[in-house]
């Protein structure tokens, strides 16, 4: 447990800031949309939190622009080396759906089950592995990635379905610590797809949000 109450074995899960199709409804997918006025200061609204919650050693941001983008401003805000990129925590490919509006995609394909887009399971699969692997070999950082990703894998990791993730909304996810013969805990265990292994917990939320 760091001086601050954050366990030694954490990432702290960061959604993109804000783009202006996050305003407009549109789904995004692998689309790369830069981050509007109101996600650049939700970047810097999230640094400040993060600044005061704990000692954070890098920043892991997905490819796409919108993401490393608000790594980047997390990473100069809280004096860290540039972000590195994981190719494994980009947003699920949402194929034809991609640019569409919401409102008018669920109609075309309930549940968002578009013939060529990524799989809901292969995407929860892929995003708990790819956190699992962070928290295994890189405890301590910043993950920047997106709000279908990150809400799958933490619905996954935790066995309780997640919320939706909200524009510049960080999650603290740490391997629980399991009680020793002694009574005292012991040392995590290696993180695993089980549920419960895995704790998560809503950090904050930038103040700045659109009423979505």
């Known amino acids: 447990m760091s001086s601050s109450g954050i366990p030694a074995a954490s990432l702290l899960i960061v959604r993109h800031g804000e783009t202006d199709w996050n305003i407009g409804r549109r789904i995004q997918g692998r689309t790369d949309i830069p981050l509007n006025e109101t ?30 983008t608000t790594g980047r401003i997390i990473a100069e805000r809280l004096g860290l080396a540039g972000p590195e990129i994981a190719e494994d925590i980009i947003e699920r490919d949402f194929g034809s759906a991609e640019g569409e509006l919401v409102r008018d995609a669920e109609a075309q394909w309930p549940g968002l089950d578009v013939p060529d887009a990524e799989p809901p399971g292969t995407l929860a699969e892929r995003g708990a592995a790819a956190f699992e692997r962070l928290l295994r070999e890189a405890p301590g950082s910043v993950v920047v990635a997106h709000g279908a990703l990150i809400r799958a894998a933490l619905t996954t990791l935790s066995g309780e379905e997640a919320p939706r993730i909200l524009n510049g909304e960080a999650w603290l996810l740490s391997a ?25 917990r809503r ?4 103040a700045r949000q659109h009423a979505l």
């Open 39 to 68: 996600g650049i200061a939700q970047a810097g609204e999230v640094a400040e939190l993060l600044g005061r919650a704990g000692d954070w050693q890098r920043v892991v941001v997905s490819p796409l622009d919108r993401a490393a």
């Open 203 to 206: 950090l904050g939320t930038p």
């Open 176 to 200: 629980q610590e399991a009680p020793s013969a002694t009574g005292t805990a012991a040392p995590a265990p290696t993180p695993s797809a089980t549920p419960g292994r895995i704790t998560v």
